[in-house]
T-cell receptor
Framework: GNSVTQMEGPVTLSEEAFLTINCTYTATGYPSLFWYVQYPGEGLQLLLKATKADDKGSNKGFEATYRKETTSFHLEKGSVQVSDSAVYFCALTGASGGSYIPTFGRGTSLIVHP | DSGVTQTPKHLITATGQRVTLRCSPR?????VYWYQQSLDQGLQFLIQ???????AKGNILERFSAQQFPDLHSELNLSSLELGDSALYFCASSVVQGEQFFGPGTRLTVL
């Protein structure tokens, strides 16, 4: 079946540091890939997405590129802010039995210090 | 604000009881998904409904059931509750394949 593996956290950075959160996946066919962010006490929000190989999703300074050859979708940001502190989930939606089933990673907590 | 609403926000109940969680999707979204989020299991997909019909099942226990009504709101019923059912339950809706909009969640505590 489909699966998503992302790096365990917490990731602790100082403000303005470079961020990478690794995500790799296993899926049949051609899944769509997503990053969601969950702020404390809230539901998940879509951060960015990519629907085919070599697509780059970007939003709010975050970027991720759909790499089919390495089955990866790593999240990057050049300069993090304290307000980026949250839990980040890598996810895919892939075909399964005639429907599209979402599969999420376990989430990576990011803590940014001033 | 995602446009997805969930009630109640918090629910405290005892083992063996039954509860109903409610979700209203974004206007125009036909698909509703239910998830369970716990510290040890992460975010688990439970079930999906599309325009009133069950479309996909994930890791949903037999003690749990769901339905989607003609007005597209959905309810998740949890029965014979156990301590291990304590978790955050999220509803999400979508119209475009895979891109989901999550509600604020219902925090269930089973004592």
């Amino acid at each position: 079946g489909n699966s998503v593996t992302q790096m365990e956290g917490p990731v602790t950075l100082s403000e303005e540091a470079f961020l990478t959160i690794n995500c790799t996946y296993t899926a049949t066919g051609y899944p769509s890939l997503f990053w969601y962010v969950q702020y404390p006490g809230e539901g998940l929000q879509l951060l960015l997405k990519a629907t085919k190989a070599d697509d780059k999703g970007s939003n709010k300074g975050f970027e991720a590129t759909y790499r089919k050859e390495t089955t990866s979708f790593h999240l990057e940001k050049g300069s993090v802010q304290v307000s980026d502190s949250a839990v980040y989930f890598c996810a895919l939606t892939g075909a399964s039995g005639g429907s599209y089933i979402p599969t999420f990673g376990r989430g990576t907590s990011l803590i940014v210090h001033p | 604000d995602s446009g997805v609403t969930q009630t109640p926000k918090h629910l405290i109940t005892a083992t063996g009881q039954r509860v109903t969680l409610r979700c209203s999707p974004r206007s125009g979204d036909l698909s509703v998904y239910w998830y369970q989020q716990s510290l040890d299991q992460g975010l688990q997909f439970l079930i999906q409904y599309y325009n009133g019909e069950e479309r996909a099942k994930g890791n949903i226990l037999e003690r749990f059931s769901a339905q989607q009504f003609p007005d597209l709101h959905s309810e998740l019923n949890l029965s014979s509750l156990e301590l291990g059912d304590s978790a955050l339950y999220f509803c999400a809706s979508s119209v475009v394949q895979g891109e989901q909009f999550f509600g604020p969640g219902t925090r269930l505590t089973v004592l």
